[in-house]
């Protein structure tokens, strides 16, 4: 009965980071209501100043969602993602806090399933994975492939990091893990997201996966170059000796 | 206990199974001063070995990007009707 009671009052904090994200923030905003019709969320938005009228946007949505359930918490400019989620976090009134991209390629369909399993497993933290059965990528170009294959070969056999894909940002926290574990965080962009769950791991949190799919971005294309491995190797050095 | 320790707890356990393996001399000598060469080369092809399988059985939704449109159009449909901005200009 207490267990009952305790499910049952799961709220779950939805941390979007956005920077000039003014068609996608409505559009993730419809989708996430859309497929979490029972579950009890609140959506954050931690704008950085976009100039693009993003804000605009996001008080738009509010009249029609609820302040309640869409909480603007914007800031100045941009101050980069890890300071993002802390800043999301104060705001959060849930104890379950996901984290995920504004720009389309984490679709929220997929968060049902990510309650599920923490639900059925009593996980920690929860973590899409586009490497497995069930999940999988569009848009990549076989370079990319081989690049993404090879970085995660590395450092699965430098770190043992206990989980399948390592630099995926769509996840799913038990608020308390989440301020634990970034406190102790310091790198930035993606390997800061490596670091995150690799620390999780060594501190012994429980952590489960579930097959996401990832479509890349509708209107332009990541960049992958020299610049961006050299980062990914230093960060696997880096973690490598420091965790 | 840290990673890095693990690991090179790991290597000077094997350096020691290697230094063993010198001194009692069943394999012949030659046979065994190449043996970490054997290791760090057989530990590559692995490595090289597991980024082509995974780059061959690289799962791919192309499906995914179809279905993406029609939410897409779905959700702008519905946003527009109540007086949200949905235009990327």
New interface residues.
């Given amino acids: 009965m207490d267990e009952q009671h305790q499910k049952d009052k799961d709220k779950y904090s939805i941390i979007v980071p956005t920077y000039n994200e003014?068609?996608n923030i409505?559009?993730i905003v419809?989708?996430l209501f859309k497929h979490l019709r029972d579950v009890d969320f609140e959506i954050i938005v931690v704008d950085d100043g976009s100039p693009d009228?993003t804000q605009?946007?996001v008080k738009?949505?509010q009249?029609?969602y609820g302040e309640d359930r869409i909480l603007l918490r914007a800031r100045p400019r941009k101050l980069g993602l890890g300071t993002a989620y802390i800043h999301g976090m104060k705001h959060a009134s849930g104890n379950f806090v996901v984290i995920m991209d504004a720009d389309?390629s984490h679709?929220p369909k997929y968060l049902p399933s990510f309650i599920r399993k923490q639900k059925e497993t009593g996980a920690d933290i929860v973590t899409g994975t586009?490497?497995?059965?069930?999940?999988?990528?569009?848009?990549?170009t076989l370079m990319r492939?081989?690049t993404s294959?090879?970085a995660?070969?590395?450092a699965q056999?430098?770190?043992?990091p206990g989980v399948s894909d390592l630099t995926g940002s769509f996840r799913l926290y038990r608020k308390s893990a989440l301020e634990d574990i970034i406190s102790r965080c310091v790198t930035k962009g993606y390997v800061f997201q490596m670091e995150m769950i690799v620390r999780a791991s060594?501190k012994g949190y429980h952590i489960e996966e579930v097959p996401i799919?990832f479509?890349d971005r509708?209107y332009g294309s990541s960049k992958l170059g020299g610049s961006e491995i050299v980062q990914y190797l230093k960060g696997v050095v880096y973690?490598?000796?420091?965790? | 206990m840290?990673?890095?320790v693990k690991?090179l707890t790991m290597i000077m356990a094997i350096t020691a199974l290697w230094a063993g393996l010198l001194q009692v001399s069943m394999i012949p000598r030659s046979h065994t001063w190449l043996l970490p060469i054997y290791f760090v080369v057989s530990l590559g092809c692995y490595?090289l070995l597991?980024?082509g399988v995974?780059?061959m059985n690289?799962?791919?939704?192309?499906q995914?990007?179809l279905l993406?449109q029609k939410?897409?159009v779905?959700?702008?449909e519905?946003?527009m009707q109540?007086?949200?901005?949905?235009?990327?200009i």
């Fill in positions: 003014r068609l409505g559009l419809y989708l009228g605009d946007v738009q949505l009249k029609v389309l679709h586009r490497y497995v059965k069930g999940g999988g990528v569009h848009g990549w492939k081989l294959r090879g995660n070969v590395l056999t430098l770190l043992w060594r799919t479509v509708v973690l490598l000796v420091t965790t | 840290k990673h890095i690991i490595g597991m980024v995974g780059l690289f799962p791919t939704c192309p995914e990007a993406l939410d897409i779905e959700a702008k519905y946003l109540r007086g949200v901005n949905v235009s990327t």
